[in-house]
């Protein structure tokens, strides 16, 4: 970038003009006409620096200041300038989102310049008052006699509550008038519950933790919890306040907490992000006792608009007795003020209308598919697993078949993310089993109400979901129903062996080892050519099919060959006919590996040795016995009078691991004596017996 500073000019020569310039602008914006024009000029400053990349500025910039005075427009268009040519900008990635906030910074900030304190109060509060009412429409709640604040974050949200439940047992009095209060929490708020316990007076013991209910989805144990507060009032402590929720991933019963609520007197606060969908119709049974059941309710309506604004409303089934102290800053309810109006209830609610409907379309789609376990609907959400047919399962529920069913559930959502070309979003989910956290199950979910651009999702989307997930579905049940005769296949096979890999999902992995190699006792040399070998297999396999076979290392860090799911249906034939690919190219990579003439060399240098040492222990032998017993005659009369004592023949092994020879000490062979032979013989005739007899007796 280039930048042309402006002229240089005395004070006199600008002192001179200054009278005639002001002169000249000083009534610039008297008239509604030069305030739309100064409306336009601004508007085609957003526009200019949004421009493609073949319309921008590319020249020099003057940034300079001028001895004349500039208009409006003409000091836009530099600037529009100056910003393409330091920091261009792209237009398709501003969103309406990102216009709307700069618009509603840029009108708070001009209104607290022109405002005086009374009026920037009284405006924000008329602001505050029409998001909190608009919120209140959108949520269907009653506007008589009902009251909402916003909170700047959830904390404050909490301690008003907390302070709310407090008036409502004690009146004026207070905390002061409390006996041994609790207030009940699920175990993650616990913190943020102990430090708006101790804003409003309470002590931290006053917290309680909640039994939750083991089902997947599911919130507070009903049955558990009535059976607390039974506990709690028969020991004299107060029940206060019962923290519910209604998340996506965590909803509460809270129509039954209602109930338990109203037995035991205590205030019923709702959290969640799901209050929005009482927009819907009909509304779902998640929210629905929220009209009627609980006393407070709080959601973030940013999250709901996918909106950067950390602002909180929390809704009072009934005006508090005593006002809500204002925590919001000034003007900081207009980005959703300006959203709000631009978008309108109707607008407002079609997000929640189209995520509820995906979710139930996608529910039902997913109940008919086979091998897929969908947990029962709440709200927008869809949770679902994968579970083999019986013929697939193993004996039991071990808990290698537990992670090798989560494994499996993981991939799908892998494959089901990379085959649809649309922002699903998929997540995975644990479900603890028991007590056990070790010990879970992996759920797909599914949450539309997540997706920022869930109105571009359609019921196609949906559709296409499901039947990706029955073919891959069917390809995994197909593929696990033969692991057990693919196994069985391997082991026929001379060479092969079954090995395990970890988080591997297949037909099954194979090794190959040539029958004249011990793999455990194989020196270095053999070994390397080994893991060489099977790489080589594994290698030509994945270029020849790339989608059923791949390269894998066993549990043991050893090379091998892994078939994955087949995406034709397994059979006995079709079987055979994978593990006789793989044989082939065993027998093809062994051909042209050094295994063979590695094992040969190894072999060779060991009877060479054994060869070596024999003759040494011969020219020994020699030595000992001397010259004189080697002569033809002396030495034949020698040995009859001096028999020389026969030593004891030595054998040799060879080592393949270390690659070293061993003594191996030959036994003789037992001798026959003659009454064995005799016993023998007589066992074998009967009619020799009878002669050998008759000598005898003579």
């Known amino acids: 970038?280039?930048?042309?500073?402006?002229?240089?000019?005395?004070?006199?020569?600008?002192?001179?003009?200054?009278?005639?310039?002001?002169?000249?602008?000083?009534?610039?914006?008297?008239?509604?006409?030069?305030?739309?024009?100064?409306?336009?000029?601004?508007?085609?400053?957003?526009v200019s620096i949004a421009r493609g990349p073949e319309e921008r500025h590319s020249g020099p910039v003057a940034v300079g200041v001028e001895k004349r005075s500039m208009s409006v427009s003409t000091v836009l268009a530099n600037l529009s300038k100056l910003v393409q040519s330091i920091a261009p900008l792209d237009g398709g990635f501003i969103t309406e989102v990102t216009h709307f906030y700069a618009l509603s910074s840029g009108v708070g900030a001009y209104l607290r310049s022109v405002l005086e304190r009374d009026a920037l109060e009284a405006l924000s509060a008329q602001l505050d008052s029409?998001?909190?009412?608009?919120?209140?429409?959108?949520?269907r709640l009653p506007l008589d006699d009902a009251h909402s604040v916003l909170s700047p974050d959830l904390a404050t949200s909490r301690v008003q509550a907390l302070q709310a439940a407090v008036r409502a047992r004690s009146g004026a009095q207070g905390v002061a008038a409390l006996e041994r209060p609790v207030v009940y929490v699920r175990e993650d708020r616990a913190q943020l519950a102990v430090a708006a316990c101790v804003e409003v007076g309470l002590p931290p013991s006053a917290v309680c933790l909640v039994p939750r209910d083991a089902a997947p989805g599911k919130g507070v144990s009903i049955s558990a919890f009535s059976n607390v507060l039974a506990l709690h009032q028969s020991e004299g402590l107060s029940p206060l306040a019962i923290f519910a929720c209604v998340d996506v991933a965590y909803i509460d019963d809270v129509r039954q907490l209602s109930a338990l609520a109203s037995q035991y007197g205590a205030w019923l606060h709702v959290e969640g992000d799901t209050i929005p969908l009482q927009a819907c119709m009909p509304v779902p049974e998640c929210v629905l006792p929220i009209l009627d059941g609980a006393n407070s309710a709080t959601g973030r309506p940013g999250a709901w608009f996918r909106l950067p604004d950390d602002t909180v409303w929390t809704y009072f089934r009934d005006a508090p007795a005593v006002p809500i102290r204002r925590t919001l800053p000034l003007f900081a309810s207009l980005p959703l003020y300006?959203?709000?109006?631009?978008?309108?209830?109707?607008?407002?609610?079609?997000?929640?209308?189209?995520?509820?409907?995906?979710?139930?379309?996608?529910?039902?789609?997913?109940?008919?598919?086979?091998?897929?376990?969908?947990?029962?609907?709440?709200?927008?959400?869809?949770?679902?697993?994968?579970?083999?047919?019986?013929?697939?399962?193993?004996?039991?529920?071990?808990?290698?078949?537990?992670?090798?069913?989560?494994?499996?559930?993981?991939?799908?959502?892998?494959?089901?993310?990379?085959?649809?070309?649309?922002?699903?979003?998929?997540?995975?989910?644990?479900?603890t089993i028991g007590t056990d956290p070790a010990s879970y199950h992996s759920y797909i979910v599914f949450t539309p109400l997540h997706v920022s651009s869930v109105m571009d999702l359609s019921d196609a989307i949906m559709e296409t979901l499901a039947e990706d997930l029955r073919f891959e579905t069917s390809l995994i049940d197909s593929t696990l129903c033969g692991r057990a005769e693919f196994a069985a296949v391997v082991k026929q096979h001379a060479g092969l062996r079954n090995v395990a890999v970890d988080n591997f999902v297949g037909l099954g992995s194979v090794r190959y080892v040539p029958v004249y190699v011990d793999e455990g006792k194989a020196a270095q040399g053999v070994a390397k050519e080994l893991e060489a070998l099977n790489e080589a297999i594994a290698t030509q396999l994945a270029t020849q099919d790339p989608g059923l076979f791949s390269h894998g290392v066993d549990s043991t860090g050893l090379n091998c060959t892994c078939l994955g799911v087949d995406t034709n249906a397994i059979s006995t034939e079709s079987i055979q006919r994978h593990v006789q690919t793989i044989m082939d190219a065993a027998s093809e990579a062994e051909r042209k590996s050094n295994i063979l003439e590695k094992v040969s060399e190894i072999i060779r240098m060991g009877i060479s040795s054994?060869?070596?040492?024999?003759?040494?222990?011969?020219?020994?032998?020699?030595?000992?016995?001397?010259?004189?017993?080697?002569?033809?005659?002396?030495?034949?009369?020698?040995?009859?009078?001096?028999?020389?004592?026969?030593?004891?023949?030595?054998?040799?092994?060879?080592?393949?691991?270390?690659?070293?020879?061993?003594?191996?000490?030959?036994?003789?062979?037992?001798?026959?004596?003659?009454?064995?032979?005799?016993?023998?013989?007589?066992?074998?005739?009967?009619?020799q017996q009878g002669d050998w007899s008759a000598n005898d007796s003579q």
């Open 1 to 46: 970038m280039t930048a042309s500073v402006g002229e240089q000019h005395s004070v006199a020569d600008l002192s001179e003009d200054r009278t005639s310039e002001i002169d000249e602008h000083e009534d610039f914006l008297d008239s509604q006409e030069e305030w739309d024009q100064l409306f336009d000029h601004f508007q085609s400053f957003v």
């Open 130 to 139: 029409a998001v909190s009412r608009g919120l209140q429409g959108l949520c």
């Open 338 to 431: 300006f959203y709000m109006q631009r978008t309108g209830l109707i607008g407002l609610a079609a997000p929640f209308v189209h995520a509820l409907a995906l979710a139930d379309g996608l529910y039902h789609r997913l109940s008919k598919v086979p091998n897929v376990v969908v947990h029962p609907m709440d709200g927008p959400v869809v949770r679902f697993r994968f579970v083999p047919s019986t013929a697939a399962q193993d004996a039991g529920d071990s808990a290698e078949q537990l992670a090798l069913l989560n494994r499996l559930t993981e991939q799908i959502r892998l494959d089901l993310m990379h085959a649809i070309e649309a922002p699903i979003d998929l997540q995975l989910w644990r479900h």
């Open 610 to 687: 054994a060869q070596a040492e024999l003759e040494q222990e011969n020219r020994q032998q020699l030595y000992q016995e001397g010259v004189i017993r080697q002569l033809p005659i002396v030495g034949g009369w020698y040995n009859w009078v001096m028999p020389a004592q026969k030593a004891q023949v030595k054998g040799r092994q060879f080592d393949l691991t270390r690659q070293e020879l061993k003594p191996s000490p030959l036994k003789d062979s037992p001798r026959r004596s003659p009454s064995a032979d005799a016993s023998a013989t007589n066992d074998a005739s009967p009619k």
